[in-house]
Structure formats: structure tokens, C-alpha cells
């Protein structure tokens, strides 16, 4: 690793060279550039506060044991120099994100955290963004806060439906992605862009980024760091979605700004804050490619007619796998995700397609940490052989995959899927990757491009569906797979066996469910169904009373929820 670090350094400029060449590597080892070193003496404020949770009351600590801690590190020695020192730059602009995220989710983060005296607590709170619990479709834990406002902090709190509705016919900026809804002084409603409403926080996170835009050495990468950057100062997130995109060569990544709409539960227009600092694992990336080459085969044999599946996927779709070196905001409030699909702008997807994101570090510290535990709960014995990390790889990434599948547009051309089905659109669309990327995976088995036992995908997927109801009613990928498990057991996809507690997939039909609910849900968005979805998520993003006496099982054998992080440049630097 030193002498690849110091190779990188001789080559970076003659008058190194020169150096190197006089001075064999071994000789100099502590005149080498290590990151580990360099990112361990950066000064940067710690993410989360320390509290001694062990101080805490049982109630406290039992909400904190539905997470398991997990470090964030990755190989630095694929980094050269320059990416290194880039590092501290995008952990500050990601943790500017968080104190958006909390505006956005909440309010005053100080004034809470300050008015909560057991430390557990405190630290339930961080990890919620706020005072209500969202592995328990967001019931407060803090006493006097009441139930947390389906918009969030995003609307003010006495505005109905009805009246945003009718203030949005003559003011349509009010829908915006990147405006926040106040009252001004004559109780009308009024839209205010981000970068004003969060200005310190969005002029810090673009300095940062552009400080790192100069140490960048990659082309593409420097051009979008420069517009993202902008993009913070005038909420005009596009162009630097269109550069995200057209970057292909580097290694360092970072997600970051107002990104998805689950957090407003009213009307899922607007976007929450969040960041991802991220290296690319080249190796696997390489191995992902080629699936893009079968997307436009996979998009035509959907089990939907023509005119479901008439637009076409975008051919400059990119696939990669990464490690994650840091969470901020949105996606780091409750459960973790460990696969992204962006950008969610639908011009610069029909135009560019997207980049999925598989996060690798993140998924195996899920499969490893929860999903087995829950296959030796709930899965019949002699099926949890099929419990792999290839198969929850596959489904995950193809789920990404998925998501560049189907239609945008709904098919009577009134406008997107998502403004059409408005708060259910997040669940259903998370719905639809999950089950065409199972599909997907047949598919391909069935056209000899992939080599695995179905299976492992099957007995994987129904192990992942325990695992994600238990976000909850309160995020869109547990109402999705409530949908999936009510749905799939009215079809027999799997049976539970009473006297083990148990669930054994049915492998035949759990293919019929598969294709049931595949060309169930791209119907509902191409014709941007509302009132019907409304009802199937009515009638099926349930839990009912035997599901969550099994789920209690898994809280009673001290199965984590989910995943917290230690993460930062002390995480990185101690490695
Ligand atoms: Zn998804």
C-alpha cells in the first residue's frame, strides 16, 4: 500500500520525480503521503454528539436497540493524493445537509436535543432527526410533541389541503421541489426558494464543494463540484444533474442536496436534504456494466401491453458499486439505504438515463447484522441455505435496475407518474423496482446471462420483505413491502407453518405473484390511477395480527431494525 501511495506521489509532477528517483521507496516511508494520516489529523466537529447512553432509562435503551452500529471505512489506498485531501472538504459539505435535513424534517434541532435530559434519548433523537420514532411509523417518543405533521416542517402547520391546492393554482412555485411553504404577513401562502430559507447552511456546503471542485484532478468531476456547487446558491438543481451524469471517470463521489420526496407525506413534493460521500469500487463497477446493455431487451418483455412500456431507457445508464465513507440528512434519518437511483429529475433521465448506486459496505453490514438473524427466525429450516449475500446483492441491484424500467409519463399525457399519484407515488414506485428486479433476475436466468439458483433470489427476497416492513408504515419501502407480503400470501407465494412459526416459499407461485403485482403496479402508474391506488394501499399496506406476532419475535431475540453509523474522519483516519 506505501509503495502504491508513493508511486502516485513521483508521478504527480518532475520535481518529485527526481526526488523518488534519488531515494529508493522503502528508504522514505515517512516522506510518503498517507490519507490515513492526513484525514486523521483533520479538525473537523464530530458528527453526532456524545452522550453516555448506558446512563439512560430501559424504555430509552430499548428504542436504541433497534439499531446496530456499523463503521464506515473503505480502501483509501485506491484514492490518489488529491482525492484524499478532497475528502474532509465533502464530509463538511455533507454536514451542512444535516442541519437542512433537520429544518426540513423538524424545526429547531438545538432547542429539542437541549429539552431531552435522558442521554439514550438524545441519541434516539439524532437518529431520528426529530422526536418521533420512524422505525414505528413515526409515533413520538418525547413526551408533549404530539403526532408529527404528514408535511413535516415543510408547510405550515394549519394549512389544509385544500386551501394549498387552490394557492397553488395561482402560484404553482408552491409544488416546487426546492421551496419551502410559509405564511407571509396576510396569512397567504407563499413560497420560499431553499437557498434563501436555509442560506447559511446552503452557502457553507457550496464553498466546500467548491474548494473541493480546485483539489479535483478528474475532469468531470471538477465541472460538476463547480455547478453543484451553484446549484446550492440558486436552488437550480438540473445542469448539475446533467453533469453528475455526464461524469464517468471518477472515483470520489458525492450525493448531495434536496434529493427525494419521502419526508413530505402530504403531498411528496418536496425534496429533503441529504448527502453521500462515496468511492467507487472499480473492480465491481466493471462487473455491473454489462447488465446495462439488457435493459432495452429487459423494458420490452414487461408483462404490461405496448403502450406501458413505449418510452425507452436511457442508453448512457450507469452502473456502479461503492463504499459509502459518509451519511448526512435524509438518508441518514431512521433506516439506511444501501442502494441509490438518481437523478430523480425526469428530463435529465429521459435524456441521460441514471446511475444507480449499488452501496456495498452499507449491504453487507445489513445482510450480515439482520437479514440472516431474521432467515433463522422466520424462514423454514431447510430453505435458509438459500439466504445469500449474492442473492441480496442481485435483488438490490437489480431493484435499481428496475427503477429505470416502466414509464414516467402517465399514458394519457396529462403529465409525470409522480404528480399523478402525489403521496402514494414514492411506495409505489418502490414497489415497482422491487418486483421487476425480481422479475429481472428470472428473466435473465431464463436468457442465460446469469448464472444463479432462483431460488437463493426468492428465499432472499421474502427474508428482505420481513426485514423492511419493519420500517414501518411511515416510509415508503415498508408500505411497499407490506403491499408485496399481503399481496403475495393472497396468492400463495409462500405458506407459514403454524407449529414452527415459519415461512417456506412456494416457488411456482410466488412466479405467478411476481408477474401479478408487476403488471399490477405499472398499470396504476401508466395510467395514473390515483383513486386506485389509494384503495390497493388502503387495502394492503397493512400489518395484520400474525405478521406482527412474528415480528415481535424478531424484537424479542434482540434483532437490530437497522443500521447507525460511525462514521468521519476519525472512522477513516484510525483504520
Ligand atoms: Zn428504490
Known amino acids: 500500500m506505501m509503495k502504491h501511495l508513493l508511486s502516485t506521489v513521483c508521478l504527480s509532477g518532475a ?27 483533520q479538525n473537523l466537529p464530530e458528527p453526532t454528539g456524545m452522550y453516555d447512553v448506558t446512563q439512560g432509562s430501559p424504555e430509552a435503551q430499548a428504542l436504541l436497540a433497534k439499531y446496530t452500529s456499523f463503521r464506515l471505512t473503505t480502501d483509501l489506498s485506491a484514492l490518489s493524493e488529491a482525492e484524499c485531501r478532497m475528502i474532509p472538504r465533502l464530509i463538511a459539505a455533507a454536514h451542512e445537509m444535516d442541519a437542512v435535513f433537520w429544518q426540513q424534517a423538524y424545526g429547531d434541532r ?4 437541549a429539552s431531552i435530559d435522558d442521554p439514550a434519548l438524545k441519541r434516539f433523537a439524532e437518529i431520528n432527526y426529530g422526536p418521533w420514532d420512524r422505525l414505528d411509523g413515526n409515533a413520538p417518543f418525547v413526551e408533549g410533541v404530539g403526532p408529527k405533521p404528514p408535511g413535516a416542517n415543510f408547510y405550515p402547520k394549519n394549512m389544509t389541503k385544500e386551501e394549498f391546492e387552490a394557492a397553488a393554482e395561482a402560484n404553482p412555485d408552491l409544488k416546487s421541489l426546492y421551496t419551502v411553504v410559509v405564511r407571509d404577513e396576510d396569512e397567504q401562502l407563499r413560497p420560499v426558494p431553499y ?37 446550492l446558491l440558486n436552488s437550480d438543481y438540473q445542469p448539475s444533474d446533467f453533469a453528475w451524469m455526464d461524469m464517468k471517470d471518477n472515483t470520489l463521489d458525492v450525493v448531495i442536496g434536496p434529493i427525494e420526496t419521502y419526508e413530505d407525506q402530504l403531498f411528496g413534493y418536496k425534496a429533503s436534504a441529504e448527502a453521500y460521500v462515496l468511492v467507487k469500487d472499480r473492480e465491481w463497477s466493471e462487473r455491473l456494466a454489462r447488465y446495462i446493455q439488457l435493459l ?43 442502494a441509490i ?4 429529475d425526469e428530463e435529465v433521465q429521459l435524456q441521460k438515463g441514471t446511475r444507480r448506486l449499488q452501496l456495498k459496505n452499507a449491504m453487507r453490514a445489513k445482510f450480515d447484522k439482520i437479514l440472516v438473524p431474521i432467515a433463522d427466525v422466520l424462514i423454514a429450516e431447510d430453505q435458509r441455505d438459500h439466504i445469500t449475500f449474492d442473492a ?21 399525457g396529462a403529465g409525470t407518474v409522480r404528480q399523478a399519484l402525489r403521496e402514494h407515488a414514492s411506495a409505489l414506485e418502490e414497489g415497482k423496482a422491487d418486483i421487476l428486479g425480481l422479475y429481472m433476475v428470472s428473466k435473465l436466468k431464463e436468457a442465460g446471462e446469469l448464472d444463479v439458483d432462483l431460488m437463493d433470489n426468492y ?111 476519525s472512522v477513516l483516519g484510525s483504520e
Open 15 to 41: 520535481l518529485l520525480l527526481a526526488a523518488c528517483e534519488a531515494t529508493p521507496p522503502e528508504d522514505t516511508p515517512e516522506d510518503a503521503f498517507s490519507c490515513r494520516e492526513f484525514l486523521a489529523d
Open 110 to 113: 438545538d432547542a429539542l436535543l
Open 195 to 231: 437557498h434563501e430559507a436555509y442560506e447559511p447552511h446552503m452557502k457553507a456546503a457550496s464553498e466546500q464543494l467548491r474548494a473541493a471542485a480546485a483539489l479535483a484532478e478528474e475532469p468531470g468531476l471538477k465541472h460538476y463540484l463547480e455547478l453543484r456547487s451553484e446549484a
Open 296 to 338: 432495452p431487451m429487459l423494458q420490452e418483455g414487461l408483462p404490461v401491453p405496448p403502450a406501458y412500456k413505449q418510452e425507452t431507457p436511457g442508453s448512457e445508464s450507469d452502473l456502479n458499486a461503492y463504499d459509502v465513507i459518509y451519511y448526512a440528512g435524509d438518508c441518514n434519518a431512521g433506516s439506511k439505504t444501501i
Open 341 to 344: 437511483n438518481l437523478p430523480n
Open 392 to 412: 441480496f446483492f442481485g435483488n438490490t441491484m437489480f431493484h435499481e435496475v428496475a427503477h429505470g424500467l416502466g414509464i414516467k409519463n402517465t399514458l394519457d
Open 459 to 569: 428465499a432472499t427476497f421474502l427474508a428482505g420483505i420481513f426485514r423492511s416492513v419493519r420500517f414501518g408504515a411511515s416510509s415508503a419501502h415498508g408500505r411497499a413491502n407490506m403491499i408485496r407480503f399481503n399481496f403475495f400470501k393472497e396468492m400463495g407465494a409462500f405458506e407459514r407453518d403454524a407449529d414452527t412459526g415459519t415461512y417456506r416459499v412456494n416457488f411456482d407461485k410466488m412466479t405467478d405473484a411476481m408477474n401479478a403485482l408487476s403488471e399490477k403496479i405499472l398499470r396504476f402508474q401508466g395510467d395514473g390511477d390515483y383513486e386506485g391506488v389509494a384503495a390497493f394501499v388502503a387495502k394492503y399496506a397493512q400489518v395484520g395480527p400474525e405478521l406482527q406476532a412474528d415480528l415481535d419475535r424478531l424484537a424479542e431475540a434482540g434483532i437490530p431494525v437497522d443500521i447507525v453509523f460511525e462514521q468521519g474522519l
